[in-house]
């Protein structure tokens, strides 16, 4: 079953073609590797998906729902989570207080509930304390709940973007180079841990450049060039595929 | 913190500590009268009136992170309010009890209406457009006496209504208990009364899923929005919070002044309750109370300087006017100097200010 589908869209930056028409769809549970050398409109695949960015052209359909003209905060509310290539944790916040920002779309009380704290409000905020250390005993970094996020090693504070991000409890967790700047320990803990996640239901939409995590992760794997879809499919099919090539290594070589 | 926790874990001692304060807050005018004058109680009352606006402006700046120049607006409109609805001026006269939560209400409004075209402002830009409200605002309080007269311009609005609760006016000495309770002193059990409201509204806003979505919003909007924070509503949200503070505040200025002008309400304004706001912490509310308690009182306590001059040198060497602004600004600098994150910096601006060197890092555990 389809969960997430671009149909053509497109986006300019001035004279700029950042997305050209491209078109994917994601089907529930799997693993979908989005790769491409830099500049090739990941990212900005990313921003217009979650509403950071309008798209020029195109649509897309979560879930079979039209996602039209979405704010960023809607967009999650639909259920669809992600973390940052330049990670952006709340810096001056704890570990644990960024993930319980997350549960702020699936929570409701307003300002008369938090003056007068009743029953409800205190019910929720306990349930919005405990889920948010359960998702941090999730990713592993429990032991670190009360630090402060910007002190947390490079490698935690990704799981941690990943535990706000799945605090909101997202159907799809686009995954911005999650293993940026990770050594080998980590990116092998790293992809252990989105297999569970996937293992619990999320389906994963993933930029890397770590060919090898792509490589055994993915289900499918979609090549973005200049904009363009180049090539999508099974890892080991997309690799052998001659525009893929060419996109990496140039031409002379193909 | 750890102290906090240390006498949550000893109920008596924060108990007692508690009834210390209480009984402490109880007398203080009292006090203040006797052991001072009659004036300082008037000063005390201030100090409060203060606490409410520097609260007010600490939702916006010290929470939201929204750098308001412009906040004596909504501490005029409030005042203006209560000063149009309760005096002769058009001869009509609200009681107090619906004028507090009018003004509240009327300010919000301000604060929506201000707010929004702000929203995709921020630092340097938001606070010279904030700083251009505040301006309006009051050029209209100055203008608006022609062609129909709301204001009444320049003049101020004068013989405003005192605060009154059915025929209990605290504009007159009671006699309680055998106890003579003049109109300072009427009006600080009032103020005090509004003021720890005001506390505790901030208090628990700050410890709640708004609060942390204010935060968040401070330290980075783009992750906040896609975490699911709708920021426009909550940025609305403390602008509407904040401006109400204001307008209560405003509101009681009118009824315990019992006159206003448009001069009460200029920039410096908006900056003096500012630096109050970042002296003593931007973001605590300790550290807030602490900001408005030196920069209302130290002025006041500077006075003293002519005097003490007096009985040093035999005669007063330098104006204790101009000293008492030049040591004021002095103060105010040396702290800024030396505890760049306030008297009583809240934990995040603490940590924000240390930078890396003072916090514990677990870094090379987990890698």
């Known amino acids: 079953m389809t969960l997430l589908e671009a149909r053509h869209v497109t986006k300019r930056f001035g004279g700029l073609l950042a997305l050209d028409e491209v078109s994917l769809s994601l089907q529930k549970g799997e693993i979908y590797g989005l790769i491409g050398p830099n500049g090739a409109g990941k990212t900005t695949l990313f921003n217009v998906l979650t509403g950071l960015y309008s798209s020029d052209n195109g649509e897309f359909f979560f879930n079979g729902e039209k996602l039209i003209a979405t704010k960023p905060h809607a967009v999650a509310e639909r259920g669809i989570a992600r973390t940052f290539q330049n990670i952006r944790l709340f810096g001056n916040m704890s570990a644990l207080e960024n993930v319980m920002v997350g549960r702020h779309v699936r929570t409701r009380a307003g300002v008369i509930g938090a003056v007068l704290r009743g029953s409800r409000t205190r019910e929720e905020e306990d349930g919005i304390r405990s889920r948010a250390f359960t998702l941090l005993q999730y990713v592993g970094i429990a032991e670190y709940a009360n630090n402060l996020s910007s002190h947390l090693s490079y490698g935690d504070q990704r799981r941690l973007e990943i535990a706000r991000a799945l605090a909101t409890e997202p159907k799809l967790l686009a995954l911005d180079e999650p293993a940026a700047g990770m050594n080998a320990t980590e990116t092998a803990g790293l992809k252990k841990l989105l297999e569970i996640i996937r293992g619990d239901g999320v389906t994963i939409l993933l930029i890397e450049h770590d060919v090898k995590l792509v490589m055994d992760l993915c289900d499918r794997v979609a090549v973005l060039d200049y904009g363009k879809k180049i090539a999508e499919g099974a890892p080991q099919q997309v690799q052998r595929d001659p525009a893929v090539i060419e996109a990496y290594l140039g031409g002379v070589l193909a | 913190m750890s102290r906090w926790e240390k006498l949550k874990r000893n109920p008596r001692a924060a108990w007692a500590a508690f009834i210390l304060i209480a009984v402490l807050l109880a007398v203080l005018p009292f006090l203040a009268d006797t052991l001072l004058s009659r004036s300082w109680v008037r000063i005390i009352d201030f100090v409060l009136l203060y606490i409410i606006l520097a609260l007010g402006l600490n939702i916006v700046v010290g929470f939201a992170g929204l750098l308001d120049l412009g906040y004596v607006a909504f501490f ?25 939560p009018l003004g509240a209400g009327v300010t919000c409004i301000f604060g929506v209406l201000l707010g929004a075209p702000t929203l995709r402002l921020r630092g340097d830009y938001l606070a010279i457009v904030t700083l251009g409200f505040g301006e309006i605002i009051r050029i209209f309080l100055n203008n608006l ?93 403390a602008f509407a919070m904040g ?87 002095l103060a105010l600098i040396l702290v800024m100097l030396f505890r760049p994150a306030g008297l009583l910096p809240s934990t995040t601006r603490k940590r924000e200010f240390a930078g890396e060197e003072e916090m514990p890092v677990n870094s090379e555990v987990s890698a």
Not at chain 2, 206 to 230: C, F, L, P, T
Not at chain 2, 254 to 265: H, K, L, R, V
Request: charged residues 10%; neutral net charge.
């Open chain 2, 145 to 237: 006496n022609a062609p129909i007269n709301i204001t009444n311009g320049p003049q101020g609005v004068n013989k405003i209504d005192p605060v009154s609760f059915g025929g209990f006016s605290f504009n007159q000495t009671h006699q309680f208990l055998g106890v003579n309770f003049a109109s300072v002193h009427n009006y600080y059990y009032l103020f005090l009364a509004l003021t720890l409201l005001v506390i505790f509204i901030s208090m628990r806003l700050q410890d709640s899923r708004i609060g942390r979505a204010w935060v968040a919003v401070r330290e980075d909007e783009v992750a906040a929005k896609a975490m699911g924070i709708n920021t426009r509503n909550i940025k609305l949200l």
């Open chain 2, 243 to 329: 401006a109400s503070f204001g307008g209560v505040g405003g509101g009681l200025f009118a009824g315990f002044q019992g006159f206003i002008s448009p001069e009460s309400f200029t920039l410096i304004e908006s900056i003096m309750i500012l630096c109050m706001v970042v002296l003593g912490g931007m973001g605590n509310i300790a550290g807030v109370v602490l900001g408005v308690v030196l920069l209302v009182a130290l002025p006041e306590a500077l006075r003293y300087i002519g005097p003490f001059e007096q009985a040093l040198f035999g005669r007063v060497i330098v104006d204790p006017a101009d000293l008492r602004m030049l040591i004021f600004g």
């Open chain 2, 76 to 100: 005029a409109v409030g005042a203006y309010l209560y000063a149009l609805l309760a005096s002769p001026h058009f001869g009509i006269h609200l009681p107090f009890w619906a004028l507090l």
